[in-house]
């Protein structure tokens, strides 16, 4: 349970993402076993990444995806080094990284791999 939902838990610490997907991800982590639950918050990070950018194409928004993403990696950079930033604008349309578990979870559960489904 913990896996799964502590790689979530930087972003939520840092305000990247919310709240839910780090209780989702944990009831993720409570229903699968220890591998299969650390490849469903793996596997459900890449989808959201992928549908983040799937979003963005449909939005006709990819440059600003580009460059919300390069102000967060050079934010944490700098910050990094314990330099004072403030942190960057976030961004008023979020992506539902939900739904992205939700089929990380069903791919894990129906996975055809053996040692990865449950």
Known sequence: MLVA?????????????????VKLL???GALLAFPAALFAALLSLVLGGVLSVLI???RRN????LLNT???GRWLLIRSTGAP???PATSSKGVPLGVAIAIATL????????????
Do not use: E, H, K, N
């Open 5 to 21: 939902a502590a790689l979530v838990l930087p972003g939520y610490a840092l305000g990247f993402t919310g709240a839910g997907d």
């Open 26 to 28: 944990a009831a993720v």
């Open 56 to 58: 963005s194409v449909w």
């Open 62 to 65: 990819l440059s600003g995806l």
């Open 70 to 72: 390069w102000g967060m």
């Open 85 to 87: 930033v403030p942190a």
């Open 107 to 118: 791919v894990v559960v129906f996975s055809p791999w053996p040692g990865v489904g449950r």
